[in-house]
């Protein structure tokens, strides 16, 4: 049991954390946000291909309204992108 909690501890959380400050770096804080987001719809594609299961048309609906409110999030800002002068 000591031997699966160190791994708990290394791989579940040190790890984790590591990779939430790293997105903050790189992604900022909206785009981390975003990508919490992200879990429901890949856990339900997850459930698709390998559970067989079947998804109602409403909850496609909500799958297409999730991932196009995580796009809006992470869209450039064009009048940022001009004013850095890329």
């Known amino acids: 049991s000591l031997v699966a909690l160190l791994g708990l501890s290394v791989f579940s959380t040190a790890l984790a954390f590591v990779i939430y400050f790293r997105l903050l770096q790189t992604l900022g804080s909206v785009g981390t946000t975003a990508q919490a987001y ?4 890949i856990g339900v594609a997850i459930g698709v291909l ?7 048309p409403m909850a496609w609906l ?3 309204c999730v991932l ?8 450039p800002d064009r009048t940022r992108i001009v004013a850095a002068g890329r």
């Open 68 to 75: 196009a409110g995580v796009i809006a999030m992470t869209w």
């Open 50 to 56: 390998f559970l067989g299961e079947r998804l109602m």
């Open 62 to 64: 909500g799958l297409v």
């Open 38 to 41: 992200m879990r429901v719809p």
